[in-house]
Nanobody, 112 residues
Framework: QVQLVESGGGLVQPGGSLRLSCTTS????????MGWYRQAPGKPRELVAQ???????AYADSVKGRFTISKDNAKNTLYLQMNSLKSEDTAVYYC??????WGQGTQVTVSL
């Protein structure tokens, strides 16, 4: 069964860090285009970061230099390391795999 399961969200203070994880099953993980999207209330879902089949990362300008996307092929897991978090990073973060596959979302709240 194809499944993407996210974890790692939570409440963090501005300037703090979180690492999101997306564990996958039922896909050719090493070959798949993978990425992270986020959606804040009242705003459209936006692409945050993605990796190609060659594991080449790409980032939205708003997170470049602060977020790092990576893949662990042995664990079939996608990560998003988020540093220097800002209040505007508050959103539900979704794991994505090529073929229009989505995780359930994990809430990230950056607040004092």
């Amino acid at each position: 069964q194809v499944q993407l399961v996210e974890s790692g969200g939570g409440l963090v203070q501005p300037g703090g860090s979180l690492r999101l994880s997306c564990t996958t099953s039922g896909i050719f993980f090493s070959r798949a285009r993978m990425g992270w999207y986020r959606q804040a209330p009242g705003k459209p879902r936006e692409l945050v970061a993605q990796v190609t089949d060659g594991n080449t990362p790409a980032y939205a300008d708003s997170v470049k230099g602060r977020f790092t996307i990576s893949k662990d092929n042995a664990k079939n897991t996608l990560y998003l390391q988020m540093n220097s978090l800002k209040s505007e990073d508050t959103a539900v973060y979704y794991c994505y795999a090529g073929g229009n596959l989505w995780g359930q979302g994990t809430q990230v709240t950056v607040s004092l």
